[in-house]
């Protein structure tokens, strides 16, 4: 089955510099990789996705990146603020449901 | 418009007691599931209904059953709780095949 690598498990940056989360997957079949905040408390939200058919795709402040060849794909934050502060989960998904990577808590300080 | 909504948000059993976790939807998605989140762990997936009359086994699927009771609702029962099934469990539905998943607000399940 599909594995997923997440790194790091922890990043702190201070408010306005860009945060950075890679992710690698080892299923060459997978076609979608999604990402999700969860905040203290909540659930998982979607906040960006990729499909293998296209090689970056940004949303404001978000933007993720996908090497297909590599099997690695990243997700970039710029200008952080505090209320980025949160869990973010990458996964990916292929003929299957989703596998998840196991987290990076980012704590963005004031 | 509630989206995916769990029942019990908290709870604590008693190594070997039962419970049933509820989770209803009104989004009429087809695909429902079920997935623990233990620290360090991510989500990982215990089962997963594809359609109505549907269920399949995830990752983790040992020590619990699942029922998919119609379009609707997808419940998780623990027959005889174990202190390692404490976690926090999520329910959470997808648009469709490779699409966003929707997610309840969570159980925080306790075994003593």
């Known amino acids: 089955g599909e594995n997923v690598e997440q790194h790091p498990s922890t990043l702190s940056v201070q408010e306005g510099d860009s945060a950075v989360i890679k992710c690698t997957y080892s299923d060459s079949a997978s076609n979608y990789f999604p990402w999700y905040k969860q905040e203290l408390g909540k659930g998982p939200q979607l906040i960006i996705d990729?499909?293998?058919?296209?090689g970056e795709k940004k949303d404001q402040r978000i933007a993720v990146t996908l090497n297909k060849t590599a099997k690695h794909f990243s997700l970039h934050i710029t200008e952080t603020q505090p209320e980025d502060s949160a869990v973010y989960f990458c996964?990916?998904?292929?003929?299957?449901?989703?596998?998840f990577g196991k987290g990076t808590m980012l704590l963005v300080s004031p | 418009n509630a989206g995916v909504t769990q029942t019990p948000k908290f709870q604590v059993l008693k190594t070997g007691q039962s419970m049933t976790l509820q989770c209803a939807q009104d989004?009429?998605?087809?695909?429902m599931y079920w997935y623990r989140q233990d620290p360090g762990m991510g989500l990982r997936l215990i089962y997963y209904s594809a359609s109505e009359g549907t269920t399949d086994k995830g990752e983790v699927p040992n020590g619990y059953n699942v029922s998919r009771l119609n379009k609707r609702e997808f419940s998780l029962r623990l027959e005889s709780a174990a202190p390692s099934q404490t976690s926090v469990y999520f329910c959470a539905s997808p648009t469709g095949e490779n699409t966003e998943a929707f997610f309840g607000q969570g159980t925080r399940l306790t075994v003593v």
């Open positions: 996964a990916a998904a292929g003929y299957s449901t989703l596998t």
């Open positions: 990729i499909r293998s058919n296209v």
């Open positions: 989004m009429n998605h087809n695909s």
